[in-house]
């Protein structure tokens, strides 16, 4: 029963109107009510407050806090030259592999990867018969993203879209999910063929950051897409393990791969609870 309604709800509320809400309450800098939302924040969701860089109190509104950097020590790294490192804390929604275009989302629901791409049928066709991981942040996790492999942007397309929850109940009742949500799909060159990190955002995301090109502009109607190098502009090059960009609130970001690239690691199923920098597979 509850499940229905909170269902329901996703499709009658006003969406964009309520995220756009609580990004100005989220923006506040009024001490008062900073400091009410992140001291209540740490103590419903239990943060641990003792691997972030900057203690409570430090923080210039929600957001910053929200985002907040962590120790250095506090995420160490896999080899990456062995290793696909996890992008983000957070659990594995789905892990496997891309068949007849088709991504898993949940027990029978599934979309596109052409749909997820923002339209572009021949970027799709790179990843068929590749593999994806989808990785939910909850509220409570650190909510930086970070780069699974070295690579180089060559690309980023922004794809407006609806903004339903993301969690568990949604993915296994809202048809294409990931596919209708509003998002930010980033392509990188890698040693090891081309490599999609999709930013998607939900009910009451403020707004996704990018490090190369800040706030992505949030609630357009058309589909945004920026080429990167040749020219065109600076070039972009990340290490394995750099940041690449931030959720203002939580959300979810799905990791595509050529085929033959890599492997996911087997013990990593729906649920698993993952850590940025640790090992989620290896290159083939």
């Known amino acids: 029963m509850f499940d229905r309604l909170f269902i329901w709800l996703q499709y009658i509320l006003p969406q964009h109107g309520l995220s756009k809400l609580a990004g100005a309450v989220a923006r ?36 910053d806090f929200f985002t907040r950097a962590l120790k250095p020590d506090a995420r160490p790294l896999a080899d990456a030259t062995t290793s696909v490192l996890c992008p983000a804390d957070g659990a594995v929604s789905q892990i496997g592999s891309i068949e007849d275009g088709r991504i898993f989302q949940a027990k029978g629901q599934s979309y596109s990867a052409v749909e997820l791409l923002g339209g572009d049928a021949e970027l799709a066709q790179r990843f068929e018969g590749g593999n994806f991981a989808t990785i939910y942040l909850s509220p409570s996790d650190y909510h930086r993203v970070h780069m699974a492999a070295a690579g180089t942007l060559e690309s ?9 929850s993301v969690n568990t109940v949604t993915a296994e009742n809202v048809p294409r999910l990931f596919a209708r949500n509003e998002r930010l799909s980033s392509v990188f060159a890698t040693p090891r063929g081309a490599m999609a990190s999709v930013m998607v955002g939900a009910m009451i995301v403020a707004s996704i950051e990018t490090v190369w090109g800040g706030l992505v502009t949030p609630h357009q109607k058309r589909v945004a897409t920026q080429t990167f190098g040749s020219g065109v502009s600076q070039p972009q090059i990340f290490e394995a393990g750099d940041e690449m960009g931030r959720f203002l609130l939580g959300s979810t970001v799905i990791l595509l791969f050529e085929p033959g690239a890599m492997a996911w690691d087997d013990a990593l199923v729906s649920g698993s609870v993952v850590r940025m920098g640790q090992a989620l597979g290896t290159w083939l």
């Not at 009024?30 to 430090?58: H, T």
């Not at 922004?158 to 339903?164: A, I, M």
């Open 156 to 164: 980023t397309t922004y794809v407006p879209g609806d903004l339903f």
């Open 28 to 63: 506040s800098e009024r001490p008062w009510l900073r400091d009410r939302l992140i001291g209540k924040f740490i103590q419903s969701y239990k943060v641990n407050m003792a691997e972030a860089e900057r203690p409570e109190g430090q923080y210039r509104n929600f957001n």
